[in-house]
């Protein structure tokens, strides 16, 4: 099992990204597309590790001002075999949240990872705002649902 702190973007978000993903999905055929229920921002991670305490992996992020964020561009992570992953940037002011929150590397690249394979096809998207108003802390077992263990809301201006 895999533990992490996730930002998930709003079904609206999805939906838009969904729907304009559509004709890259038919031009490519041969990747493995992630499920949209699954997509999320990782913010922290933790490997394979069991739950401790949840507010040991979500502490500091009290308080923590809620960034306002878009889905923009895309990218490829390599890796050592010839499958690669295709991922959506994310565009917003998201230092505060990367220096608050547990388990954020020092080359964190906040993204949204939307399908694996070879060849990557390049995405020129751009989708609307969305405040990411909670970080979840999220269990994920092979197979299985992803199961949300606890969440921490981020300030808003008006909350």
Known sequence: MTLFTALFPPEDVVAELHGALRPVRRAHPRLRWTD???WHVT?????DAEPAEPADQLAGLAGVTAPVLSLRGSGHFSRGDAAGVLWIGVAGPLDGLGRAAAGVPADWRPHLTVARGAPLPRVDFVGREWTAAEVALVLSRPGADYVVLDRVPLTTPNG
Do not use: L, Q, W
């Open 36 to 38: 949209p229920a699954r």
């Open 43 to 47: 913010v922290g991670f933790f490997g």
